[in-house]
């Protein structure tokens, strides 16, 4: 692929990293762009080549700092709209506000809404993105959205390092929002699937009432779209290793790993947590116990679908 076909990829600065991952799978530069600030903090966007016409694909995942990441993205979009360029399509890998999909008290916002609003509003035609916290997001959104996979490179993973040795591992979901998702990871590993009663007195805290399954003896995997705080995570671990867990691993797509996080794993019971690179992680969170798998191909080929007009669900059949 050519610059010449009419495709270009610009990054904003969330996750550089994964950006030139992308571009350098689909044998591109990232596109010549500076994104700064002015000295009021204000966002400072400039596109230095031409983008008339072109197929746009904007790579950015709003992380922490949620707002300034997506403010950054929603700038660029509108730069790109008012430069004629021929589609503009935002690539987020990791979508922000997406826990906060749902009225679940008396006047509570969906930010999840909101989020999908602006960002069509700002001027883009298509959203990629990859494991929504809930896939209903898909909806919130005007425009047509590629909800990518990632946690096919879980069960790839798993199955190269146990091999013959997985009927001793068991599948846990942490709680029971994440109960599809793990009954999914558990059929493609063909193991059986545990489940976790838990529940949360407050925000970002969560107590383990009782574990459904059989842990006793075996080598368990958590399976979770975010670790962000790491409470859930940490204490399902611990409980699985009061109850005769031999190892636990955890997996999850979207590693935010904010608070003390970091300080939580390192001492919990899980022996390795393996994480998506959806988000830019700083070294001070890379730590011995963290092994991050990359989903640029996946991102990359699923791009390159868009641009030929192919369809992107054919990656996962």
């Not at 996979?149 to 790839?156: A, I, P, R, W, Y």
């Not at 529940?199 to 399954?213: H, K």
Request: charged share 25%.
């Amino acid at each position: 692929m050519t610059k010449e076909k009419g495709i270009k990829i610009f990054a904003c600065n969330a996750n550089k990293n994964l950006a030139v991952s992308i571009a350098n799978e689909l044998g591109l530069s990232l596109g010549l762009s500076e994104v700064s600030r002015f000295s009021d903090g204000e966002i400072n966007m400039r596109i230095n080549e031409t983008v008339r016409d072109n197929d746009i694909f904007i790579i950015q995942s709003t992380a922490p700092p949620v707002n300034e990441n997506l403010m950054e993205l929603l700038i660029m979009i509108d730069a790109m709209r008012r430069a004629s360029a021929g589609s503009i399509n935002a690539v987020i890998p990791y979508f922000g506000y997406a826990r906060q999909d749902r009225k679940t008290r008396a006047r509570d916002p969906i930010s999840a809404k909101l989020v999908a609003d602006i960002i069509t509003s700002a001027g883009a035609d298509r959203i990629l993105t990859m494991d929504l916290h809930c896939a209903q997001i898909q909806g919130f959104f005007d425009i047509p959205v590629d909800h990518l996979v990632g946690f096919n490179l879980f069960v790839d993973y798993f199955k190269n390092k146990f091999g013959s040795n997985m009927k001793n591992v068991t599948t846990v979901a942490p709680d029971f929002g994440s109960v599809a998702r793990a009954r999914s990871f558990a059929e493609k590993l063909n193991i059986p699937l545990a489940i976790i009663d838990k529940r949360r007195p407050e925000p970002n805290v969560s107590e383990i009432l009782n574990i459904i399954g059989d842990v006793k003896d075996k080598s368990v995997i958590l399976v979770d779209d975010i670790i962000d705080t790491a409470g859930t995570i940490t204490n399902a671990a611990n409980a699985l290793k009061d109850r005769g867990a031999i190892e636990v691993f955890a997996c999850c797509t979207h590693a935010l790993l904010s608070g003390n996080a970091i300080e939580k794993i390192n001492s919990s019971a899980i022996t390795e947590l393996i994480a998506l690179d959806t988000i830019n992680l700083s070294d001070e969170k890379k730590i011995s116990k963290l092994k991050s798998l990359s989903v640029a191909h996946i991102f990359a080929a699923a791009i390159k679908y868009v641009h030929e007009g192919r369809s992107v669900s054919q990656l996962f059949n």
